[in-house]
């Protein structure tokens, strides 16, 4: 794969994620009941991010939980004989909490529907909405984000990668060209 276009550098990527910590308190109504899941593995530190900056803003610490998919996918005898399975957490139980869905990339929505899978067999919330940091489009469930950081046409032959300190080793958000 070759780079194709840098999308975001860890500046545009600050100012991206503060925006959207706004526009989910005041889509929110308030912090009462809000919860932040973000879906492993980026979707994870994304949801902690916004959490910071909630509290940075509005000085009131949101639960933030984890959750993972992988056993709910549509996909998972395609992608390996021994899937790896990561850690679901929620901080809180999540019966009528306003909660936010936290994923680095929106592609075909399928990702978003097994996490829908995941979170109605831990409870349920009053309200899901799903924050996302790069929209690609191509949907091929009827499934839109509510907040997004940054829409970006793609093809079906490009790959839309996130970056992230805390997995990579720095932020940066990149589309590459499958050779």
Do not use: W
Request: proline share 4%; hydrophobic share 40%.
């Amino acid at each position: 794969m070759r780079v194709k276009a840098k999308l975001m550098d860890r500046d545009d990527m600050e100012r991206v994620l503060k925006r959207m910590a706004h526009e989910v308190v005041e889509d929110s109504k308030g912090l009462d009941g809000l919860m932040l899941v973000g879906i492993q593995r980026r979707g994870v530190y994304l949801a902690r991010r916004l959490r910071d900056l909630i509290l940075q803003f509005e000085g009131v610490k949101v639960p933030c939980g984890e959750l993972d998919i992988t056993l709910y996918r549509d996909d998972l005898t395609m992608l390996s004989d021994q899937p790896i399975v990561r850690s679901t957490s929620m901080p809180e139980d999540i019966m009528g909490k306003k909660m936010v869905l936290v994923d680095d990339v929106i592609y075909t929505g399928r990702t978003v529907r097994s996490a829908l899978d995941a979170v109605m067999d831990l409870g349920r919330p009053g309200r899901i909405r799903l924050a996302v940091l790069v929209d690609r489009g191509h949907r091929e469930l009827p499934i839109q984000p509510d907040f997004v950081g940054k829409n970006v046409p793609t093809s079906k032959n490009e790959v839309v990668e996130v970056m992230l300190t805390e997995v990579d080793g720095k932020d940066e958000v990149i589309i590459s060209e499958r050779d």
